[in-house]
């Protein structure tokens, strides 16, 4: 979206319009989703676990870094990558509150 037009919603709206972009493909959900459950630095597990190529597994990883939501670092020879907890609670307490319960009259909504 152009400077021009996203001048149109508040920062809070494209803030969480970066942030579901960032996240918006199956193969960074499943990173996410498995460093979460690592809970720890992963250094070279995620293109097998992934089933992806190198170079592929290496741009999902670099968007999401670009995001902010994972961290790497170099530790000889590999990159390690976890989550960075400070970008990925900010990233919760946003789609919760974005995803507020929806209650409808008889359940029906037209």
């Known amino acids: 979206m152009g400077a021009t037009k996203s001048a149109l919603f508040t920062r809070e709206q494209n ?25 720890a630095c992963v250094c070279g597990d995620l293109v097998d676990e992934l089933g992806l190529a190198q170079a592929t597994t290496s741009q999902h990883l670099k968007e999401l870094k670009l995001a902010g939501i994972i961290q790497g670092s170099i530790e000889g020879v590999n990159v390690c990558y976890c989550i960075n907890p400070e970008v990925w609670n900010r990233y919760r307490d946003f789609f919760s ?3 507020k319960k929806v209650d409808l009259k008889d359940g029906k909504c037209c």
Request: avoid cysteine; charge should be positive; hydrophobic fraction near 60%.
């Open 15 to 39: 803030e969480l319009a970066a942030m579901a972009k960032a996240i918006a493909h199956p193969a960074r959900i499943a990173i996410l989703q498995y460093l979460v459950r690592k809970n």
């Open 97 to 99: 509150g974005f995803f």
